[in-house]
């Protein structure tokens, strides 16, 4: 069974359009982040939820809006997507912030073109 | 900004060879985790270190943390070619709660 599930896997879509990738963890953890990697590997922080109550919203251009209806899900939708946006997504949990080990979803590579 | 840097960027060796990969913080971590991406795939948790001065190993991977919980390394003894991958350090800020990542080292091996 996966532990971290993202959708979808890959995403390819014109500038300006809207789309949203998706998060759930069957782990039971309390803590789901989203993080994104640019081309040159950084992994950055970009939001983060502690049983569905934002905790870090770092500075993202505010196209881009989490929600979490549950603990185990974490969505991500992004509006007016622009070039720069492509980029591989990780969604992952832990138990608590900084908790040992944070599981990571498989990731969602998006293009925009 | 609070940052965690990573040294080398790129490590390149001969299978057998060892390997070592540094990770600075300008601040006092509260741990400090690693782990490593293969190619195509998602990070995948290795260890964390909390202690200052803490050292762990797994196998060939020899993990530690600085006396001041500022810095870290993970070193390979005797390379194999399943180690290819991107090692990244990550370093957790208490106050920020945030778990912050190194740019990672991103390591290939001449069979």
């Known amino acids: 069974d996966t532990a971290v599930s993202q959708t979808p896997k890959y995403l390819v879509t014109q500038m300006g359009n809207d789309k949203s990738i998706k998060c759930e963890q069957n782990?039971?953890?309390?803590?789901m982040y989203w993080y994104k990697q640019d081309s040159k590997k950084f992994l950055k922080i970009m939001f983060s939820?502690?049983?569905?109550?934002?905790?870090i919203n770092e500075t993202v251009p505010n196209r881009f809006s989490p929600k979490s209806p549950d603990k185990a899900h974490l969505n991500l939708h992004i509006n007016s997507l622009e070039l720069g946006d492509s980029a591989v997504y990780f969604c992952?949990?832990?138990?608590?912030?900084?908790?040992?080990?944070?599981?990571f979803g498989s990731g969602t590579r998006l293009t925009v073109v | 900004g609070q940052q965690v840097m990573q040294i080398p960027q790129y490590q390149h060796v001969q299978e057998g060879e060892d390997f070592t990969t540094y990770c600075n913080s300008s601040?006092?971590?509260?741990?400090i985790q690693w782990y490593k991406q293969r190619p195509g795939g998602h990070p995948v948790f290795l260890i964390q270190?909390?202690?200052?001065?803490e050292v762990k190993k797994q196998k060939r991977l020899t993990f530690q943390f600085g006396e001041a919980k500022k810095n870290s390394s993970l070193h390979i003894t005797a390379t194999q070619t399943t180690d290819v991958g991107t090692y990244f350090c990550?370093?957790?800020?208490?106050?920020?709660?945030?778990?912050?990542f190194g740019q990672g080292t991103r390591l290939t091996i001449n069979p």
């Open positions: 992952a949990s832990s138990h608590l912030p900084g908790a040992k080990g944070y599981t």
């Open positions: 782990l039971g953890h309390d803590t």
């Open positions: 939820y502690n049983n569905k109550e934002l905790i």
């Open positions: 601040t006092t971590l509260s741990n």
């Open positions: 270190l909390v202690k200052s001065g």
């Open positions: 990550a370093g957790y800020l208490q106050g920020a709660q945030k778990l912050v």
